[in-house]
């Protein structure tokens, strides 16, 4: 008994760990629009969105429940199996972090709980259709509904503008944006911290410590909301300059749409229960607002990047999260040696990051170059009034000055 109490206590630790790096991988989905425009000063929106975090993980439990009790069978499931789960997941948020690619936390979590799962009980222990229904068509679905949200959204919000006065429509977006972005942290807190509530919760049943069906207990959902808060203040942000100057170059009109647009997305599928990727909608919304704008283009070499880490995010962390519960299955050593492993390589993750700091004072520093589709873009769009005379009277030589003291030629006569 006394060596179980050990292990769930593990399972615990490393879940809130994982709470943790979900905190400042996510940042950048509710601060970087904030961040890029200006509205916000860095270290002022970080703590805003980590306080905004804490709030939303008390306002509901749906997103939990579906984690604790309907992806994978709660029956067979061992604190092994849900701790294998949660390497696979922390090191796949560690990778992308340091690579500064905004790929889904959550899909992480449930790629390391469907893998480690898989290896333990077998394909039959995960619900294929909660799986389908909840996780991966709101995958799909979400972004897509974002990005058209906020395409029309800020075509509509430039409709508006030309009937404003310039310097007073933009303070009003920048405040606009800071409550949307204030909106899309506290949908964060809604969606993302319930996700650890929920593995956690998954281990206190799989432990016997509490009962099956039952919600997560009042400290679970309090440590797992100080742990992504304090994660979220930390502030990602290498994936915030991927968001905020990477993918799109946007103006306070845009943010506003893009966040606005991304916080309802969220706040609807916590309500609903949908394990939602805050990832995929906000990029979606960023990507949209992008193309919203007349003009406006998308770094479409580093949204490309994104999709496919987008897609390989559930299988890489099955992957490690089987391979960690087949060692965590050999004994007590074999869990010790994937916690060794844990350690080890985000300590060598982190130790590589240090090559390239990137923090509150070069966030919004970039040098993306600009894609294939941007450049062919850029080609074939005419050149602003003006360029076409400036360069052909650059190319018409000047007439040549005379240093000789011949006298001028006298006026022809009248």
Known sequence: MENFSLILAIV?????????????????????TTISTGALKPKVAVAMSAVLNLVGAFLSVEVANTISKGLVDETGIR?????????????WNLLTWLVGLPSSSSHALMGGLIGATVASAGFGAVHGDVLATKVLLPALAAPIVAGLAALLATRFSYTLDKKAEGKAA?????????ASAGLVSLAHGTNDAQKTMGIITLALVAGGVVAPDADPPTWVILSAGLAIALGTYIGGWRIIRTMGKGLTELQPQQGFAAQTSAATAILASSHLGFSLSTTHVVSGSVMGAGLGRKGGVVRWSTATRMLVAWVLTLPAAALVGAGAESVTDLGDWGTALVAVFLVAASAAIWKLSRREVVDASNVNETEEPPGVVTTAIAAVTPPPAGTVSEELTATISAPATTTTTEPAAPPAAV
Do not use: C, S, W
């Open 79 to 91: 604190p092994e199996v849900i701790f294998a789960a949660l390497v696979g997941a922390i090191l």
């Open 12 to 32: 615990v630790v490393t879940a809130l760990a994982f709470d943790f790096t979900n905190g400042f991988h996510d940042t950048a989905n509710a601060m970087a």
């Open 170 to 178: 933009a303070k009003g977006y920048r405040a606009g944006q800071v």
